[in-house]
């Protein structure tokens, strides 16, 4: 568990899954020692040291239990509100997209329709010229 207190917070994030495994490991390594000492205890006494400190590990146990399951609800909500952001953006980049590629289109065709319509002005122009040239 040492390494883990070494780390930082973001490390902490993004090795969740690998703490939680080596606490629950530690949990159980803990609770099997205490389980042991318990059987073989003789004296009364050192049961009743062993009931108390089973009691405060267990206590502190859940406690860090709880705290660490509100850290998990907190970063899922964060990240779903994250996720939403990032797809509200997603959403809008896309819309913008959209509209753009219209409006690029649009201009293409309105554009070959000038082409057309000065392409006809040149076939009349050169039918008239060689009217004039036929006349002349």
Aim: proline share 0%.
């Amino acid at each position: 568990m040492q390494k883990w207190s070494e780390k930082s917070s973001f490390d902490m994030l993004l090795f969740l899954g690998e703490f939680d495994a080596e606490f629950n490991d530690c949990d159980t390594a803990i609770n099997d020692c205490l389980r042991i000492f318990s059987v073989s205890s003789l004296f009364a006494k050192k049961g009743a040291l062993l009931t108390n400190f089973q009691t405060v590990f267990q206590m502190e146990t859940l406690v860090h239990q709880k705290e660490t399951e509100k850290w998990r609800m907190d970063l899922k909500e964060r990240q779903d509100a994250d996720h939403k952001a990032i797809m509200e953006q997603l959403a809008a980049a896309d819309f913008t997209q959209r509209v753009t590629e219209s409006k690029v289109l649009e201009g293409q065709n309105d554009i070959k329709g000038i082409l057309v319509m000065m392409q006809k002005v040149r076939e009349l122009y050169t039918w008239r010229l060689g009217l004039l040239n036929i006349c002349d």
